[in-house]
């Protein structure tokens, strides 16, 4: 098979529920601790809903594996049923004894009733948890509500869980069932993964498998596709992970690529090409011949216009001296001497040899005293440029073809993420390149040195520039890369009790921070680190949980100064490309 092919021990991508391959992202945590809370208020209902796939069954089997061992549990998982078998299969699955050839809904309730009674005296909880309960009809609900009656003074005897898909909570929300609706102690609607949960979860499926962490199957790229196909749903993305292993697998292959993702979306989610239409091609044409005489007629009207935007030649251009700067030349210099190459655009938009005498592009190189304040389009980029600049921001060493394709290149890391806030993107501090569609509707890319009130300092391949946050805001997409410097081999968390070489290198660079001549500790994390490392967490407002993960090097980094900070890159920036400004 093809785990084989590529080492692994089995395959990592089947769709059956296994407790090795559990991953529980921030929002099944979230999902779990819900329905522990509902379980330990005691009585009324806990509602778990989520679509199909999302992970409602491994929320079961943890929440089933952290009841109290005082609790009884009946389960259903076949919820059509009317409200006699329902309470029929409570009975079995409690194992409560009743006549089998003449019952009725009393004689089952009673049953029922005087277990509960019973099985409270003796200090248990009792639990009825129903699995696909939107399958369940109007008046088997109503006799589930009528189930939480069973109380003592204190307390209700029977907590009943639902858990379904989201249309189960609109059914409840209906009139009728409103005497149930307000009886929901907890709910919680699981979510599908976003993009950095489902990267993680596929690289934990890997490495369960028995992948190395430092091999990369799935290029960010690629992972990217497979979240816009199954949108963060763990099941498909399974589906579609296994097809896709299995495509590279037959094409003798190392790593998936876009076509094996192309392939494996059409066979795995039945997406069909359309129905060939014999009007589609003359309705293009027309539409193109508009186009083009409407292009024309604008072209000709606004070249025309005294006050016209210059036009951007640096956005057809790579910054190829970024790519081919001899190691050990300044990264600043690198970016001030690709900005000098760029050709002076004049008020028609077209480039010419007199630089002197062309009136000054919007983004020409800009004085490092007021760096001038540029339209969006003309602050973004192609998709790499801005990354490429980012990374001659932090390293001397040429930029290889894709930065961000492994966890760390040329001791450098790239950190990717998405935000909903500048106040989020502004306490990094530091560079980021900023994912962003252009008014076209096409990938870009803006490189953001730093914040300042409502206006971002940007550097462009042509200089540096000043873009107001408000006309940015509808263009990014949330999504952000930025670079760092983490310790040689640092490649998951450290904690309390972990030996290794990472541990020594980050208690070093701790004893550098307090000016003192020995680390706390050598190769083991020990407990004085870890004190360390919560105190410094609390001074820096991170959480203070002693664990040093990226957030906690990425503030360590900038305190050291072993990163490029906002400031430093200005100060950099303005000095390299001042210069050549007054040339």
């Given at each position: 098979?093809?785990?084989?092919?590529?080492?692994?021990?089995?395959?990592?991508?089947?769709?059956?529920?296994?407790?090795?391959?559990?991953?529980?992202?921030?929002?099944?945590?979230?999902?779990?601790?819900?329905?522990?809370?509902?379980?330990?208020?005691?009585?009324?209902?806990?509602?778990l809903t989520g679509e199909v796939g999302t992970g409602k069954t491994t929320i079961n089997r943890c929440l089933l594996e952290q009841l109290p061992s005082d609790t009884d549990v009946a389960i259903i998982l076949n919820p059509a049923l009317n409200a006699i078998e329902l309470l029929g299969s409570v009975c079995d699955e409690l194992g409560i004894d009743y006549d089998h050839d003449n019952h009725t809904l009393k004689t089952l309730t009673d049953k029922l009733h005087s277990f509960l009674l019973e099985n409270h005296a003796r200090g248990r909880k009792t639990v009825l948890l129903i699995d696909e309960a939107q399958h369940l009809d109007f008046d088997v609900l109503e006799q589930i509500r009528l189930l939480t009656n069973l109380e003592t003074d204190n307390e209700k005897l029977l907590q009943i869980i639902l858990i379904g898909q989201p249309?189960?909570?609109?059914?409840?929300?209906?009139?009728?069932?409103?005497?149930?609706?307000?009886?929901?102690?907890?709910?919680?609607?699981?979510?599908?993964?976003?993009?950095?949960?489902?990267?993680?979860?596929?690289?934990?499926?890997?490495?369960?498998?028995?992948?190395?962490?430092?091999?990369?199957?799935?290029?960010?790229?690629?992972?990217?596709?497979?979240?816009?196909?199954?949108?963060?749903?763990?099941?498909?993305?399974?589906?579609?992970?296994?097809?896709?292993?299995?495509?590279?697998?037959?094409?003798?292959?190392?790593?998936?690529?876009?076509?094996?993702?192309?392939?494996?979306?059409?066979?795995?989610?039945?997406?069909?090409?359309?129905?060939?239409?014999?009007?589609?091609?003359?309705?293009?044409?027309?539409?193109?011949?508009?186009?083009?005489?409407?292009?024309?007629?604008?072209?000709?009207?606004?070249?025309?216009?005294?006050?016209?935007?210059?036009?951007?030649?640096?956005?057809?251009?790579?910054?190829?001296?970024?790519?081919?700067?001899?190691?050990?030349?300044?990264?600043?210099?690198?970016?001030?001497?690709?900005?000098?190459?760029?050709?002076?655009?004049?008020?028609?938009?077209?480039?010419?040899?007199?630089?002197?005498?062309?009136?000054?592009?919007?983004?020409?190189?800009?004085?490092?005293?007021?760096?001038?304040?540029?339209?969006?389009?003309?602050?973004?980029?192609?998709?790499?440029?801005?990354?490429?600049?980012?990374?001659?921001?932090?390293?001397?060493?040429?930029?290889?073809?894709?930065?961000?394709?492994?966890?760390?290149?040329?001791?450098?890391?790239?950190?990717?993420?998405?935000?909903?806030?500048?106040?989020?993107?502004?306490?990094?501090?530091?560079?980021?390149?900023?994912?962003?569609?252009?008014?076209?509707?096409?990938?870009?890319?803006?490189?953001?040195?730093?914040?300042?009130?409502?206006?971002?300092?940007?550097?462009?391949?042509?200089?540096?520039?000043?873009?107001?946050?408000?006309?940015?805001?509808?263009?990014?997409?949330?999504?952000?890369?930025?670079?760092?410097?983490?310790?040689?081999?640092?490649?998951?968390?450290?904690?309390?009790?972990?030996?290794?070489?990472?541990?020594?290198?980050?208690?070093?660079?701790?004893?550098?921070?307090?000016?003192?001549?020995?680390?706390?500790?050598?190769?083991?994390?020990?407990?004085?680190?870890?004190?360390?490392?919560?105190?410094?967490?609390?001074?820096?407002?991170?959480?203070?949980?002693?664990?040093?993960?990226?957030?906690?090097?990425?503030?360590?980094?900038?305190?050291?100064?072993?990163?490029?900070?906002?400031?430093?890159?200005?100060?950099?920036?303005?000095?390299?490309?001042?210069?050549?400004?007054?040339?």
């Amino acid at each position: 098979m093809y785990y084989q092919y590529f080492g692994l021990t089995e395959a990592p991508f089947s769709i059956a529920v296994n407790p090795r391959y559990l991953f529980m992202s921030a929002r099944h945590r979230d999902a779990l601790a819900h329905l522990l809370y509902g379980v330990g208020t005691g009585g009324g209902f806990i509602l778990l809903t989520g679509e199909v796939g999302t992970g409602k069954t491994t929320i079961n089997r943890c929440l089933l594996e952290q009841l109290p061992s005082d609790t009884d549990v009946a389960i259903i998982l076949n919820p059509a049923l009317n409200a006699i078998e329902l309470l029929g299969s409570v009975c079995d699955e409690l194992g409560i004894d009743y006549d089998h050839d003449n019952h009725t809904l009393k004689t089952l309730t009673d049953k029922l009733h005087s277990f509960l009674l019973e099985n409270h005296a003796r200090g248990r909880k009792t639990v009825l948890l129903i699995d696909e309960a939107q399958h369940l009809d109007f008046d088997v609900l109503e006799q589930i509500r009528l189930l939480t009656n069973l109380e003592t003074d204190n307390e209700k005897l029977l907590q009943i869980i639902l858990i379904g898909q989201p249309e189960l909570a609109q059914m409840l929300a209906r009139p009728e069932l409103r005497q149930l609706n307000q009886r929901i102690t907890a709910r919680y609607n699981l979510d599908p993964l976003n993009f950095d949960e489902t990267n993680a979860y596929i690289q934990h499926r890997l490495q369960v498998a028995g992948m190395s962490p430092e091999r990369v199957v799935f290029s960010p790229a690629v992972v990217r596709g497979i979240y816009k196909a199954t949108r963060g749903i763990p099941r498909v993305i399974n589906v579609l992970c296994d097809r896709m292993l299995l495509g590279a697998y037959g094409r003798n292959a190392g790593h998936v690529d876009h076509d094996m993702l192309r392939l494996a979306v059409k066979e795995v989610l039945g997406e069909q090409q359309a129905e060939p239409n014999p009007w589609r091609w003359l309705v293009l044409a027309l539409l193109v011949a508009l186009l083009v005489w409407a292009g024309g007629w604008l072209l000709g009207k606004y070249t025309a216009a005294p006050d016209v935007e210059p036009a951007v030649a640096a956005r057809d251009s790579a910054p190829a001296a970024l790519t081919v700067a001899e190691p050990g030349s300044s990264p600043a210099a690198a970016i001030a001497e690709a900005a000098a190459e760029q050709p002076v655009v004049d008020a028609s938009g077209s480039a010419g040899p007199g630089a002197a005498e062309a009136p000054v592009a919007a983004t020409a190189p800009v004085e490092a005293a007021s760096p001038a304040t540029i339209s969006i389009a003309d602050a973004m980029q192609p998709p790499g440029d801005a990354l490429a600049l980012l990374w001659a921001l932090n390293s001397d060493l040429p930029a290889p073809p894709y930065p961000c394709s492994e966890s760390t290149q040329l001791g450098l890391a790239c950190l990717e993420g998405e935000l909903w806030t500048w106040d989020e993107l502004a306490a990094f501090d530091r560079p980021v390149s900023l994912e962003t569609i252009t008014p076209e509707r096409f990938s870009a890319e803006v490189l953001l040195i730093d914040i300042e009130g409502p206006r971002a300092t940007v550097l462009t391949a042509a200089g540096l520039a000043q873009v107001n946050l408000a006309d940015l805001a509808p263009h990014w997409t949330g999504r952000y890369r930025l670079l760092w410097h983490p310790p040689e081999n640092f490649g998951r968390p450290l904690v309390v009790g972990d030996d290794s070489a990472v541990v020594a290198s980050v208690a070093q660079l701790f004893a550098q921070l307090d000016n003192q001549p020995q680390p706390l500790a050598g190769r083991r994390f020990n407990r004085a680190l870890e004190q360390r490392v919560r105190l410094f967490q609390q001074q820096n407002g991170l959480i203070d949980d002693g664990v040093v993960g990226v957030q906690t090097l990425l503030t360590l980094n900038e305190q050291l100064g072993v990163d490029v900070t906002a400031e430093q890159a200005l100060r950099q920036l303005q000095s390299a490309v001042a210069p050549q400004a007054s040339e």
